[in-house]
Antibody, heavy 114, light 108 residues
Framework: QLVQSGGGLVQPGGSLRLSCLASGTTFSIYSMNWVRQAPGKGLEWVSYISDSSTIIYYADSVKGRFTVSRDNANNSLYLQMNSLRVEDSGIYFC?????????WGQGTRVIVSS | EIILTQSPDTLSLSPGERATLSCRASQGVKTYLHWYQHKPGQAPRLLIYDASIRATGIPARFSGSGSGTDFTLTISSVEPEDVAVYYCQHRSDWPPITFGQGTRLQIK
């Protein structure tokens, strides 16, 4: 199970940090991803991090502004979002990578607005 | 970047009818193609992975087929609880990982 926290309302140019807490003892052996859904839009992959954090990828739309990280000792995944834009608004999901994505966190809403 | 195009955009069926959802990839993805169900206010749920394997707990009325560039998700007999948006997603030649634009299933 993945339980998310963080998110909220922030002004353009601001920062937010999302968290994703995994239950169970197998978190450290799985890669993880962040996926988002803008209002009225479809699913968009945001970032990938390997089990040991040695491989990290970002979508071009967030590269240089977002940073993914994880703490395997505490079963936690993070997404640090800086220089936020209005178009970053939406619901953000963390999800475990098994080639397919399963399971997913409950989602957390990010609103970027002045 | 591999582009996934889903059709139709919207599907409106009566309970008990068969639903056929299509996903076409801009280049071959072998069978690295997965399907998700997304209901409003909920997290997406994995339905089918590797083109044709039902995920744990998914009812038998859901099935997937295809390889290469053309894939199909079939719901043999739609039920009211199947109202959702369905997405395909590839895992070949990434990053980036991409999703199709989604097919909205409505029940008459």
């Amino acid at each position: 199970q993945l339980v998310q926290s963080g998110g909220g309302l922030v002004q353009p140019g601001g920062s937010l940090r999302l968290s994703c807490l995994a239950s169970g003892t197998t978190f450290s052996i799985y890669s993880m991803n962040w996926v988002r859904q803008a209002p009225g839009k479809g699913l968009e992959w945001v970032s990938y991090i390997s089990d040991s954090s040695t491989i990290i990828y970002y979508a071009d739309s967030v590269k240089g502004r977002f940073t993914v990280s994880r703490d395997n000792a505490n079963n936690s995944l993070y997404l640090q979002m800086n220089s936020l834009r209005v178009e970053d608004s939406g619901i953000y999901f963390c999800t475990r990578d098994r080639n397919s994505f399963d399971p997913w966190g409950q989602g957390t809403r990010v609103i970027v607005s002045s | 970047e591999i582009i996934l195009t889903q059709s139709p955009d919207t599907l409106s069926l009566s309970p008990g009818e068969r639903a056929t959802l299509s996903c076409r990839a801009s280049q071959g993805v072998k069978t690295y193609l997965h399907w998700y169900q997304h209901k409003p206010g909920q997290a997406p749920r994995l339905l089918i992975y590797d083109a044709s394997i039902r995920a744990t707990g998914i009812p038998a009325r859901f099935s997937g087929s295809g390889s290469g560039t053309d894939f199909t998700l079939t719901i043999s007999s739609v039920e009211p609880e199947d109202v959702a948006v369905y997405y395909c997603q590839h895992r070949s030649d990434w990053p980036p990982i991409t999703f199709g634009q989604g097919t909205r299933l409505q029940i008459k």
